[in-house]
C-alpha cells in the first residue's frame, strides 16, 4: 500500500503573487480606430475602504514604428504584475497604415491620460506611472520622458490629465533618428518594404522627412535647466540594427543636463534574443522600485 503524504498551508487572504489581464481595452480612435491597450492587474481582497492603488509600467513593444505585438513580453511582464506593478501593454497605430510620426507618439501619451483618467477603475496610483519601452518602443519611451505634457503631441482625448511620466526605461530603443535613417534611406532605393516603412512613416519629400525626423528625435530635445524623470538606457553591444553608441551619446546628452541617468551595457547582446536574463529583468525590477 503507497503511503499517504500529506500537507496543510495557509491561504492566501491578501492574492500576494496573482494577478489578472484585462484584455483589449480600448483608449483612443484617433484617426478613427479604435487602439487598444492589455492591463496586467495585480489581484486584491475587495476592500472598498481602503482601495489598493499600484505603481503603473506602461510597456510598448518595438515593432519598427508599425503595430507592436503585445504577447511577445506578455510572460515577463506578468510576473511584474505579479510583484506589484500594473502593466499596461500599449498599441499604437503603424506608420504602414498611412499614420506618419508623431502618431506613435501621440497615441502613446493619449494612453497615459486614459490610465490616469481611470486610475481608480484600474487600481492604478496615478501619481506613479513609468514607461518601458524596446526598439522602436524604447524611441517612444525616451520621447515620452522627453516631452511631458507638450502641447504639439497632444490630442483632444482624455483631456485635462497629464502625461508625464515618472521614470523611463529604453531598451535598445533609436535615440539619433537622422543617423540610423541614413541607412534606411539607402536601402529604400532598392527595397519596397523599406521604402514603404521610411515614406509611412516620416513621408516620401525629403523636406517632410527631415521635419517629421526632428519631431522624433530624442538626441534633439534635451534642454539643459529643464526638469526630467530619471532615465535608465540598456544596449546590447553587438546590435545589429541600432548601434549600441547610441545609448552611449544618450546618456551623455542627459547626464551633460543633469539628468539622472543609468547605463547598462549587456555585453555580446543583440536586438531582443540574448539581450533577456534574469539578472537583467532583476536589475530593471530593482531600479523600477527605486524611481516608481
Known sequence: MAEL??????????????A??????????????EIKLT??????????????????IVFVQGSGWTFPDITYELPQMSEFARNGFVVAMVTHRSALDGFQAPAFLKDVKTAIRFLRENAETYKI???????????????????????????????DEHTGFSDK???????????????LFEGLKYRAEQNPGDR??????????????????????????????????????IHGDKDPLVPYSQSE?????????????????????????????RELLGMIAEYLKETL
Open 5 to 18: 503524504i500529506f500537507k496543510s498551508i495557509s491561504n492566501n487572504p491578501t492574492f500576494e503573487g496573482l
Open 20 to 33: 489578472s489581464i484585462i484584455p483589449d481595452v480600448v483608449y483612443s480612435h484617433a484617426g478613427g480606430k
Open 39 to 56: 492591463l496586467i492587474v495585480p489581484q486584491t481582497p475587495q476592500n472598498p475602504e481602503t482601495p489598493a492603488r499600484f505603481p503603473c
Open 125 to 155: 496610483d496615478p501619481d506613479r506611472i513609468g514607461i518601458w519601452g524596446t526598439s522602436s518602443g524604447g524611441n517612444t519611451a525616451l520621447l515620452v520622458g522627453l516631452t511631458g505634457d507638450d502641447p504639439i503631441y497632444r490630442t
Open 165 to 179: 511620466v515618472k521614470t523611463v526605461i529604453d531598451c535598445f530603443g533609436p535615440a539619433d533618428i537622422p543617423s
Open 196 to 233: 514603404a516603412l521610411l515614406h509611412g512613416l516620416l513621408g516620401p519629400d525629403p523636406v517632410e522627412q527631415r521635419a517629421r525626423m526632428r519631431m522624433i528625435n530624442p538626441m534633439e530635445m534635451v534642454e539643459k535647466g529643464k526638469e526630467y524623470p530619471p532615465f535608465l538606457l
Open 249 to 277: 551619446a544618450m546618456a551623455a546628452k542627459l547626464v551633460e543636463a543633469d539628468v539622472p541617468t543609468q547605463l547598462i551595457r549587456v555585453e555580446g547582446a543583440e536586438h531582443e534574443g540574448t539581450f533577456w536574463s
